[in-house]
């Protein structure tokens, strides 16, 4: 097992509704650089899960005519479900509800009592049951129906007067500019930073952790009739799977978290409470969060009220698993809002997939078949142009390596495909069906460095597509132990008989109307 672990996690979702394509998009990047650094070498360990309490849930439970734990049994099967659905990789999916999640939160309240660092008081001010977070003044504005709301997020805030414990936030805000300065990849990407900046040097609130008006939740150690805000409950499931407050057991030595994946609304909660909270604790902070944009829809904000919600299993069952997968992370630079359009994910699909790539792989796995005995074709003596092509295939590795520690996958597999393009232009410039007739030895080499260069480029987009370049990859003869990345060097070797070459990326077909 390799020294070097990794320890990526998606935002633990909340179970009030069904998994959307914003819930499909972030684990589906913490996806990718789990089976990435899996192939790369690494000890990984993939977290997602459901947050389960709170009031927002318990309103929703009755609403449904259900308790609230029959409610998120049945919500959070959904988000286990969309694991499936989307070919996840995770090592665990952990839910708010678990008896060893209630322990890690009592152990963490009790450190951060001792510390000093929470005390009771009293909470008066404006609550969003929606967001579950606390506005002051502000932060609201009432609207022309003569309702207030968030003017971050438009939810409806209601005036809320109770006991309440307090974080002593306010406290924290030099230790946490320290954190940022001192580790400038802290927050990412960089508008992200200048955001949580800008917020922490503004004066930071002592922060209620605290409810008594509903009972859905972790119990505060000592005072029951005390729950504890969701936010520090369910932020502490990032530590509860590494087996806290048992700092000496097997799962620890995946903390501090590599990387806590979130979406842009709740990056205020990942970058300034919890390693408030951590440190308050004597724990380390993660060392990075990394924050992405929203998706549209056709250009329409995404909502309930417009009907335009985006449905992750219905876009696979339409378009195909691998495919969609491809289209969210190479269509909109990682970490932007972006624009959901069918016609770009079909252009995708043709262009990219089945023109590019998949042409690719069939002719010359087609030719390979036909005019070379169905084995990898001998390598003659390499000329520049074929050196050329295999020293960009060659390189691929650093730079893909480079651009995911940065979550620029979009980057990536630009890199990618621009080694495809390379390729086919390669395959016009030699024309090797004109060559089996004036040189087939010459037409074996073109061959060889082409097999080769689909290898490499497979080999990396693996952890993006892995059920479609699986059956690339044994179509080229490619043993499973050869698929990691410490075997990225190691070239076909000519003799090697292939299996019959099939089709990987078919051409979308726009359904006929009935």
Known sequence: MSSRTYYV????????????????????????????????????????????????????AAAAGLSPQQFTDKVSQS????????????????????????????????????????????????????????????ETEVGSDGKRRATS??????WVEEPSYFFKLSAWADRLLELYEKNPRFIGPDSRRNEILSFVRGGLQDLSVSRTSFSWGV????????????????????????GYPDTDGPL?????????????????????????????????????????????????KISKSLGNV????????AYGLDAVRYFLLREVPFGNDGDFQKRALIGRLNGDLANAYGNLCQRVLSIVAKSCGEKVPPKGTLTEADNALLDRAKGLLAIVRAELDEQSFHR???????????????????????????????????MWVLAETIRRVTLLVQPFMPDSTAKILDQLGVPAEGRAFNSFDTELQPGTS?????????RYVEPKAA
């Open 9 to 60: 996690t998606t935002p633990i979702y909340y179970v009030n509704d069904v998994p959307h394509i914003g819930h499909a998009y972030t684990s589906l990047a913490c996806d990718v650089l789990a089976r990435f650094k899996r192939l790369d070498g690494y000890d990984v360990h993939f977290l997602t899960g459901t947050d389960e309490h709170g009031q927002k849930v318990e309103k929703a």
């Open 79 to 138: 988000f286990r479900d969309l694991v499936g659905k989307m070919n996840y990789s995770p090592d665990n999916f952990i839910r708010t509800t678990e008896p060893r999640h209630y322990a890690s939160c009592q152990a963490l309240w009790e450190k951060l009592v001792a510390a000093g660092d929470i005390y009771l008081g009293s909470y008066a001010g404006w609550y969003s049951v929606r967001d579950e977070t606390y506005f002051v003044e502000g």
């Open 153 to 158: 997020t438009g939810a409806e805030v209601e």
């Open 219 to 242: 119990p505060v150690p000592g005072d029951p009739k005390h729950i504890m805000y969701v936010w520090l409950d369910a932020l502490t499931n990032y530590i509860t799977e590494c």
């Open 252 to 300: 620890w030595k995946y903390w501090p978290a590599d990387l806590h994946m979130v979406g842009k609304d709740i990056i205020r909660f990942h970058c300034v409470f919890w390693p408030a909270f951590l440190m308050a604790a004597g724990l380390a902070p993660p060392q990075r969060v990394f924050a992405h944009g929203w998706w549209t829809n056709e250009g329409q």
């Open 310 to 317: 985006i449905d992750p299993v219905d876009l696979v069952d």
């Open 412 to 446: 990536a597999l630009t890199q990618i495909w621009e080694v495809i393009g390379d390729a086919n232009r390669y395959v016009d410039a030699q024309a090797p069906w004109a060559l089996a007739k004036t040189d087939p030895v010459r037409r074996d080499t073109v």
């Open 498 to 506: 292939l299996p019959k070459p099939q089709g990987v990326f078919p």
